[in-house]
């Protein structure tokens, strides 16, 4: 090579780095902050670097910095509105001031199918609240809680019915789960409460733990009847948004696999009951509900296994990963057949659109599982995820559950309850050979979770609690063809000019889960990236290019 | 005060038809040039009314929050609320924070105008903007509470009795749409007059696309002019429900700088904006613009022209409750007798008001509802067999579970697109609601007619 053109090729490879040093980058936003507000986010900002099984270690599940603008509810949001708001036939009362239970009545796009319970009982378009007045924050709101306990009652007479605890209630002293008791007493049917307090915890996660708790201590194990059917399973943290568990449920009886319970997406009370009587337990959304798994594992002898049915060959492989949890020839062949059949249609649609979605950039930032699992939808598009983060996970979420050992257990997560938890003296029932676990321990099959941050590129930013700041630096500074988070964020990245998909909601979209979700997946962000629309809008890197960076890797 | 025709009395709310007071304060304070809302308390309830305003207006809205955690609600806020802004000034050099409290820092009785104070003597050095507090416990009253306590608030804060060199108009519409505060605009203007609109989200919470990125949405009321509302010629404050409260902005300027108020209904229909009209030309000494006097006169042609279709059809209305009087002036002088008015708001004016408006609502068979949810409207629209609902989203479901049409107006309307854009005040805005209301009847009668008739 010529000495010219070689100081010139030197000369490219130096710019690229230089405009493309993600550390670099990660100091120039944190720059707009306050010293300690940078020093302190800096820790949940991570540029990825995966050596062998280790990542870089991210600071999670702390509190949000007061003023700045960020994702995260509450811990009665996630107790109320995520776990216990797909649940059609428990009467839900929230106990406080009239907006908590307001802007949680049915805004998260849970489907439910009541026909499938012969009672029919669907209350989720329902929304309870005893609406606390002045005279019970003074007084105190346990009379009025009885009397809102009763009137559900007699209205609907349902199996079940649970209160939820707001701000005020835990601070003016209200006994909730003492009424509960009472009221079961006097009503003869299941009455239970979640001390889920807004102020409680740091994020949602609280909630979802609380969640776990009350349903295991009060729900769980009431009902010994076992299914017919064999292969039988729970699938947790499922929420069924836009119709996803009911793909995943057509799968299941293609491939002959029983479903006692679903938490929660498309349950009913009477499953949740006899959830114990299940051989294995599917975790879809490890932050929201592993605490349940691991209970039930402790009490009953269940297994737990991490599945995902966001992306198709991730489908396939979790299909496949059940079958060899059960070792059982039959189904393996089944579940072989099962893709066998529903894979080409799913690699004809990918391969028509992939052409237009190769190379294009993604960014997602959402929940507690879910920037994790669609990046595999945005892989089998070709298409990379340049930065990721959750909302309200934990480290296990981002580096993997071998971190579960080091992570410390800070002020605002000892104070959610860790149930203590025995085996069932009567209930309890390994389902497998001290073998036959170690064997499928041996494989990483059992009780395993790797985290996002592995599967990610090096150099990928992984932010955790991302503010509004940060994500409109990032679209200003890299301009993805595509920003994924929840509504709060979605106008804001449209006025950027940049598609923005819901992650939550769908977008009233979806399913987007499982085979005929991929599809509609790949079709939905085909027609985002490609939409004319977006030609009426001038972003400023169109006018002003040297403005974008990219990373090494692009 | 309920109404004798309700179902037994809940003692809980079911389905509620209000929302809670911090999102009445957010919203105003979204309406207010670089300014930032910040509510002190939990994040769970900044995230939920941006939500809820984010769905409806489709358009970002950030709101800060001090961000307790359990320690803070037993140590209490101070040095939270102290964090969070000095966060924001650093972030978004805000021209003014509006703090709203929430049930949290409410109930533990943080001394917010305590912290306030602190936080000034400790930026002493500094320019500080302005801190307004209001205190919203969502325990008392309804979100419109929260919106009318913010203004008055932003005033009581803000105005100091300066005058502008032309004394202009203070213009408090209530909770409107930015359709209608658009069109108040440029009413004012037309009169040739300067305002002091407040609050204005017209263009922080429905603007257009962004060429470089923006901290704060541009639009607002500035803070200068609110500065100067003590010194403005005249104050005119919607709402015939606030007009008979003790407290408002428009009251408190009275009473402090002798800005002369002047409370009129919200301007639906002719009735009401005629009298909207007659304050503005009595405050100016101008004539009523041709423009508006022709929309008038189109307005009452198409009232003639369209009153076989509406005459005697019953209505359904609910929401807010000067929303609901509104609205039930303007259907009044259409023909449409407003059988069931209902709201979740208790002030115990409401019924008055509707009273005022239709003295022999007994003898029509009206009944008025406050302090109502949805299941108690329902059980009373079973009865009543409205002909349609004219309300917000939240209504849907007992529209179509008695398959009834709803005609959305308000806020929220979170299952259309154009919430936002929704007119419902002046000639134009009735003009667009009695169109939208006629056809609705016409396509009902067309679609259950056997002969589907394409002549109507």
């Known amino acids: 090579m010529a000495k010219a053109e070689k100081d010139q090729e030197m000369e490219k490879e130096k710019i690229k780095l230089e405009g493309m040093d993600p550390e670099k980058l990660k100091e120039e936003m944190l720059s707009k902050y306050p010293t300690k507000v940078a020093r302190k986010r800096a820790k949940g900002i991570v540029v990825n670097r995966v050596e062998g099984e280790n990542v870089p270690q991210i600071q999670s599940n702390v509190r949000t910095v007061p003023g700045l603008i960020g994702q995260r509810g509450c811990c009665y949001a996630g107790c109320k509105g995520v776990v216990l708001g797909p649940t059609r036939d428990i009467v839900n009362i929230t106990h406080g001031p009239i907006g908590c239970g307001f802007y949680s009545w049915l805004t998260r796009r849970n489907q439910t199918d009541a026909s499938t319970t012969p009672d029919g009982h669907n209350f989720m378009p329902y929304c309870f609240s005893t609406d606390m007045q002045d005279e019970e924050i003074i007084f105190g709101g346990e009379k009025k809680l009885k009397q809102a306990i009763q009137e559900a009652y007699d209205i609907f007479h349902p199996k079940a019915i649970a209160v939820f605890a707001t701000c005020p209630v835990g601070l003016i002293g209200d006994d909730i789960h003492s009424v509960c008791r009472e009221m079961k007493k006097k009503l003869g049917i299941n009455v239970f409460g979640f001390s889920c307090e807004g102020y409680k915890g740091v994020s949602q996660s609280a909630g979802h733990h609380i969640a776990n708790n009350e349903i295991f201590k009060h729900v769980i194990g009431t009902n010994d009847e076992v299914d017919e059917g064999e292969y039988k399973v729970n699938l947790l943290g499922e929420y069924n948004i836009g119709g996803d568990a009911f793909e995943i449920e057509r799968l299941f009886d293609k491939c002959g696999l029983h479903l006692v319970s679903t938490f929660s997406g498309n349950s009913s009370y009477d499953k949740f009951a006899k959830a114990h009587t299940a051989d294995l337990n599917m975790i879809m959304c490890h932050r929201s509900i592993n605490y349940v798994a691991e209970m039930m594992e402790t009490k009953y002898g269940i297994p737990w296994i991490k599945v995902n049915f966001i992306g198709a060959e991730a489908t396939a492989k979790s299909l496949r990963k059940i079958a060899r949890y059960f070792d059982d020839p039959k189904l393996m062949e089944r579940v072989e057949a099962v893709i066998a059949e529903e894979m080409p249609v799913v690699e004809q649609a990918r391969d028509e659109i992939r052409p237009r979605t190769e190379g294009k950039r993604a960014m997602m930032f959402v929940g507690g599982s879910r920037a994790h699992h669609y990046q595999e939808l945005f892989n089998e598009l070709g298409m990379t995820t340049l930065s990721a983060g959750y909302e309200f996970a934990h480290r296990d979420d981002y580096e993997g559950r071998k971190v579960l050992p080091e992570i410390k257990v800070d002020a605002d997560s000892r104070n959610i309850e860790e149930l203590k938890v025995e085996p069932d003296e009567k209930r309890f029932r390994p389902r497998k050979t001290p073998e036959q676990l170690a064997k499928l321990t041996a494989e990483n099959l059992l009780a395993d979770y790797e985290g996002m941050m592995p599967q990610m590129k090096d150099g990928s930013m992984v932010i955790d609690d991302i503010t509004q700041y940060e994500a409109d630096w990032l679209i200003e500074t890299f301009q993805p063809d595509i920003f994924c988070a929840g509504i709060k964020e979605k106008y804001a990245v449209q006025k950027h000019g940049i598609p923005m998909k819901q992650l939550h909601s769908y977008d009233y979209g979806g399913p987007y889960a499982g085979f005929t979700g991929a599809i509609n997946f790949y079709k939905e962000i085909d027609r985002m990236v490609h939409s004319r629309i977006w030609r009426y809008i001038k972003a400023p890197w169109q006018t002003n290019p040297e403005l974008a960076a990219t990373y090494a890797w692009d | ?456």
């Open chain 2, 1 to 456: 005060m309920k109404q004798t025709t309700q179902p037994a009395a809940y003692t809980a709310t079911q389905n509620a038809c209000k929302l809670c007071t911090p999102l009445g304060a957010s919203l105003v304070f979204k309406g207010i040039e670089n300014a930032v809302p910040l509510l002190h308390g939990s994040q769970g309830c900044s995230t939920y009314i941006r939500r809820y305003l984010i769905s409806h207006f489709k358009e970002p809205a950030d709101i800060a929050c001090s961000n307790f955690a359990e320690e803070t609600a037993i140590f209490g806020g101070g040095a939270n609320l102290k964090i969070a802004l000095e966060n924001i000034r650093l972030q978004y050099a805000p021209e003014m924070v509006g703090i709203a409290t929430t049930c949290l820092s409410e109930t533990i009785g943080d001394d917010v105008p305590m912290f306030i104070r602190e936080y000034r003597e400790m930026c002493r050095d500094q320019e500080i903007p302005p801190l307004v507090h209001v205190s919203t416990p969502s325990y008392q009253g309804t979100h419109m509470e929260g919106f009318h306590g913010a203004v008055k608030a932003t005033v009581e804060t803000l105005a100091t009795g300066e005058k502008a060199e032309v004394p202009g108009i203070n213009l408090f519409p209530g909770m409107l749409s930015p359709a209608d505060l658009r069109h108040l605009k440029e009413i004012l203007a037309d009169f040739d007059s300067p305002f002091m609109l407040l609050p204005d989200y017209s263009q922080t919470l429905d603007g257009a696309l962004w060429t470089e990125y923006q901290r704060i949405p541009p639009g607002g009321t500035p803070v200068a002019e609110i500065r100067q509302a003590g010194g403005a010629r005249a104050s005119i404050e919607f709402g015939r429900v606030l007009a008979s409260q003790k407290e408002s902005a428009g009251r408190f300027l009275e009473k402090r700088f002798g800005v002369v108020n002047h409370g009129v209904g919200i301007p639906i229909g002719i009735t009401e904006t005629d009298r909207f009209f007659e304050a503005l030309e009595t405050i100016t000494g101008r004539p009523t613009p041709d423009k508006y006097l022709e929309e008038r006169g189109r307005l009452a042609d198409s009232y003639v022209d369209g009153h076989k279709y509406v005459i005697e059809a019953r209505a359904g209305v609910y929401g807010e409750e000067d929303l609901v009087v509104g609205l039930v002036a303007f259907l009044s002088e259409i023909g449409v007798i407003p059988a069931l008015c209902a709201t979740g708001g208790n002030s115990r004016r409401f019924r008055d008001r509707i009273a005022e408006i239709i003295p022999d609502h007994e003898r029509k068979g009206v009944t008025i509802m406050d302090n109502a949810d949805f299941v108690e409207i329902e059980a009373a629209a079973e009865k009543i067999r409205p002909d349609f609902f004219i309300g917000h989203s939240k209504g849907y479901t007992l529209a179509r579970r008695l398959d009834i049409p709803l005609i959305r107006v308000g806020f929220p309307v979170h299952d259309r697109i154009g919430g936002a854009r929704i007119l419902h005040i002046g000639y134009r805005g009735a003009q667009s609601l009695f169109d939208r209301i006629a056809n609705t009847l016409i396509e009902k009668r067309q679609d259950t007619s056997s002969w589907g008739y394409t002549y109507m």
